[in-house]
């Protein structure tokens, strides 16, 4: 074996381990650019999922709400039709005989 041949292949392996070094390179980068971004993408749906989840319980304690107010209401539509039907005078009073 000729000396410039076995330099060529000291050269040839050197540029193969540093190419290859460099494309595990890469991919360790792109794996890391692919893991920030499902970070990135769960944090985003998290804060989606929870601001639908805080509308969902303002909704929910709207509509309790309003329920009990209704109720709440009714009673006491019925209690004012119920002193609206009494006499607002004694019925031995002077005015009233």
Not at 1 to 11: A, D, F, H, N, T
Not at 41 to 57: E, K, Q, S, V
Not at 83 to 93: D, G, M, N, T, V
């Amino acid at each position: 074996m000729k000396l410039s041949q076995v330099w060529k292949e000291k050269k040839a392996r050197k540029w193969f381990l540093i190419g290859l070094a460099g494309f595990v390179a890469l991919q360790v980068y792109f794996v890391q650019e692919m893991l920030a971004a499902l970070m990135l993408f769960t944090g985003a749906f998290i804060l989606i999922a929870l601001a639908a989840l805080a509308l969902y319980l303002i909704d929910r304690a709207g509509q309790w709400g309003l329920g009990w107010a209704g109720h709440h209401a009714r009673r006491g539509l019925v209690a004012a039709e119920e002193i609206s039907k009494k006499q607002l005078r004694r019925p031995r009073s002077e005015i009233a005989q």
